[in-house]
């Protein structure tokens, strides 16, 4: 239970990543706050879950791209919980495209729920953490992304680096507050993200082939690591990138 009593955000909740790492964190004692955008029917199973496992979820529909949602999010676990405790900042897009003829929209878009989204929920929960005084831990979601590149991901590759970045900013900023800002950098896991690229077999062949250790990655392996990393296990880690890709970017090198 490392999580026990404590009140945790999930942003991106409802599928993938996000809803593994909502349920890792109840399972670890957790109440948690379940952010979505227009997938309601999903994050209510999410809920559901939580409930059955005897904590407390509550649910909040939010852009994370629309700065106004982030402290509205972090107002309704207030209000339900009575604190926050643990961000964990995982809603993202990632629609591939080419470079040579990438819609300003699409690039626009795309940095605004990945990065700017990071962004806004990580200042608002580290602003209520610090008037709480007791510390906290903000895990952001990047990639191993931030590390390769993608030729159709020069979009999405970039806000991943930055989130990274951010992180290790965040860490010095908020350190004497007793704040702990950390990013996984994930590698390729099968979700709703990816599903039509990875139905390719050859391509899954390839991708798979990569990875030192046999398989593409689940939400699970990120999940578990989430919790790592919100938990007084990870007490004295700040500002770290912790790649969780089964061995891939090595093997890329």
């Not at 409802?14 to 957790?30: D, E, K, M």
């Not at 890709?245 to 093997?251: F, I, K, L, R, T």
């Amino acid at each position: 239970m490392l999580l026990e009593g404590r009140s945790v955000l999930v942003t991106g909740a409802s599928r993938g990543i996000g809803r593994a790492v909502a349920l890792a964190c109840a399972r670890a004692g957790a109440d948690v706050a379940l952010n979505h955008w227009r997938d309601a029917e999903a994050v209510a199973a999410v809920a559901d879950e939580i409930a059955a496992l005897g904590r407390r979820a509550i649910v909040a529909e939010g852009d994370v791209a629309d700065e106004a949602s982030a402290p509205a999010f972090v107002a309704a676990a207030v209000e339900a919980f009575g604190k926050v405790d643990v961000l964990v900042s995982n809603a993202g897009i990632c629609p591939f495209h080419g470079f040579l003829d990438m819609p300003a929209d699409l690039m626009r878009r795309t940095t605004e729920v990945n990065y700017f989204g990071t962004f806004y929920m990580a200042q608002a929960a580290a602003n209520r953490m610090k008037a709480q005084g007791a510390g906290g831990a903000i895990v952001a979601m990047s990639s191993i992304s931030a590390l390769v590149g993608g030729g159709s991901q020069t979009h999405y590759t970039p806000t991943k680096a930055a989130i990274h970045s951010l992180m290790q900013s965040c860490a010095i900023a908020l350190g004497p507050s007793g704040i702990r800002c950390n990013s996984i950098l994930v590698g390729t896991v099968e979700t709703d993200i990816n599903k039509d690229d990875l139905s390719d077999p050859g391509k899954r062949a390839a991708m798979t082939a990569r990875v030192p250790l046999g398989r593409l990655g689940r939400p699970d392996d990120i999940a578990e690591v989430a919790v790592f990393l919100a938990s007084d296990m990870a007490r004295y880690m700040t500002g770290s990138a912790v790649l969780v890709d089964g061995g891939a970017y090595v093997n890329l090198q």
